[in-house]
Nanobody, 118 residues
Framework: EVQLVEFGGGVVQPGGSLRLSCVAS????????MTWIRQALGEEEEHISS????????YYSPSVRGRFTISRDNANNILYLQMNDLKADDTARYLC???????????RGQGTQVTVSS
């Protein structure tokens, strides 16, 4: 069974940092591009970032470029999202997905909540 489980969310002050992890199981992780998506309350899903099978970042949303970094550990089946200089607008539920982009992912996790607030 394909499973994606996100960790690392929480409450952080503006300007702070968090690192999200997505632990994958049930499939050959290194065979797939991977994606981070976020959804704020009442908003549509936003494609945040994607990474190729071999670890090359493929996409960053303009809203996070320069502040967020996507990476992966294929040996341990983990996808990461390092988030720096967090802003209130980054408050959302963050989900990882197997595949590329909001439309392209065929499996996704339940997500982890990130709240940026003073």
């Amino acid at each position: 069974e394909v499973q994606l489980v996100e960790f690392g969310g929480g409450v952080v002050q503006p300007g702070g940092s968090l690192r999200l992890s997505c632990v994958a199981s049930g499939f050959a992780f290194s065979d797939y591009d991977m994606t981070w998506i976020r959804q704020a309350l009442g908003e549509e899903e936003e494609h945040i970032s994607s990474i190729s099978r071999d670890g090359k970042p493929q996409y960053y949303s303009p809203s996070v470029r320069g502040r967020f970094t996507i990476s992966r550990d294929n040996a341990n089946n983990i996808l990461y999202l390092q988030m720096n200089d967090l802003k209130a607008d980054d408050t959302a539920r963050y989900l990882c997905g197997r595949g590329y982009g909001v439309v392209g992912v065929d499996r996704r996790g339940q997500g982890t909540q990130v709240t940026v607030s003073s």
